[in-house]
């Protein structure tokens, strides 16, 4: 695995975005925007939604909620690769499932200790393991849902 730089994070989200000449403020505001409705779909609380951020501090968070441009052009490089793994893995499991039961995936948990030896996520559900807060818990799920959908 290769370490992740501005510059590619940029890319990323330039490539979901389908924007070839945003600038890096005007991608973190469409990324925030983009989270929180995610944030909505999925059912993910304030609580939750600071830890997948990354745990900016409480008002921090509200201003990024509010769509605060200062606030989010702010947001560091750390911010910035979460917001491209979630925005990826809810794209991912859009194409890999239908808009119902994407969120029912995330929150399935798995009691089979076999499951075990190829989820990233171990027993519990893919949503548990985000939660963690850990920047690796976003890249392995990402990781997983892009081989299930063939990618690489």
């Known amino acids: 695995m290769f370490a992740r730089t501005a510059d590619t994070i940029d890319e990323d989200l330039q490539i979901q975005a389908g924007a070839d000449n945003l600038t890096r403020d005007e991608l973190a505001e469409a990324g925030i925007t983009g989270f929180f409705a ?56 859009n194409i890999l499932y239908s808009a119902d039961s994407h969120t029912d995936w995330l929150r399935n948990e798995s009691n089979l200790p076999a499951d075990a030896l190829y989820r990233p996520w171990g027993l519990g559900s893919p949503l548990q393991y985000m939660l963690s807060g850990q920047l690796k818990a976003l890249s392995d799920i990402h990781e997983y849902v892009n081989a299930e959908r063939g990618g690489m």
């Open 38 to 93: 995610i944030a909505r779909e999925w059912g993910i609380n304030n609580d939750e939604a600071r830890i997948l951020l990354g745990n900016p501090s409480r008002s921090r968070f509200y201003e990024l909620r509010k769509g605060n441009p200062a606030a989010c052009h702010s947001l560091g490089d750390d911010e910035l690769d979460r917001l491209a793994y979630l925005t990826g893995i809810y794209a991912m499991l």
